[in-house]
């Protein structure tokens, strides 16, 4: 007679086998999936509240340095023009040896 194939006990369990550890590899990576979008949202937030900080503290910064030099040329105006020509001389010369 013929035998119809059957499947051993053991290829079924180990079958059954590789699909709990496919399940639990997928959970696995559904966990890391979750736990890198957490992980980006926080170093998203620092970054943009980093930026933020920096943005501020350089315009105070410009602030204050504009307002010392508006102080600077109100009370010193010929010095300030004098150098403001030097400065520019020298700029002058250093861009015309360069080209």
Known sequence: MHKTPTRSKSRVHHQHRNKHNIFDLYNKLERAKSSLAEISDTVTDKAHSLLTHSLD???????HVKKNVNRFVTKKPYKAAGIAAITGLCLGLLIRNKW
Request: net charge positive; charged share 15%; aromatic share 0%.
């Open 57 to 63: 503290a350089a315009k105070n910064q410009t602030t």
